[in-house]
């Protein structure tokens, strides 16, 4: 059973960085997709980058150029550095899996429903 745990969410001040870390068991990251999402308050939740089996990598715009998805498959695990933090990265942060190739499909990236395993999510709050 796949089963997906986040770390490394905290309080950061505008303009400041952040690692998480999606730490994966149950099977390797050269067969899965990972992706992050993000839920602010009151909204939905939403794609933020994404890293598929092969390593091919996929963003939303307003985290290209600021965040960075990489991985290590020795630790099975998946982390996304953030900087230049602004108060609208602001939510609970989560990582997602699933077995198919959805990074190098955009209309599949993006969606929820795409994705089979879900962590508990890690806050992050960007607040002076």
């Known amino acids: 059973q796949l089963q997906l745990v986040e770390s490394g969410g905290g309080l950061v001040q505008p303009g400041g960085s952040l690692r998480l870390s999606c730490s994966a068991s149950?099977?390797?990251?050269?067969?899965?997709?990972i992706a992050w999402f993000r839920q602010a308050p009151g909204k939905d939740r939403e794609a933020v980058s994404c890293?598929?089996?092969?390593?091919?990598?996929n963003s939303v715009d307003s985290a290209k150029g600021r965040f960075t998805i990489s991985r290590d498959t020795a630790k099975n695990t998946v982390y996304l550095q953030m900087n230049s933090l602004k108060p609208e990265d602001t939510g609970v942060y989560y990582c997602a899996a699933d077995g198919g190739d959805h990074c190098v499909i955009r209309t599949l990236f993006l969606k929820v429903e795409s994705y089979s395993a879900w962590g508990q999510g890690t806050q992050v709050t960007v607040s002076s």
């Open positions: 890293i598929s089996s092969g390593g091919i990598t």
């Open positions: 149950g099977s390797s990251l050269n067969y899965i997709t």
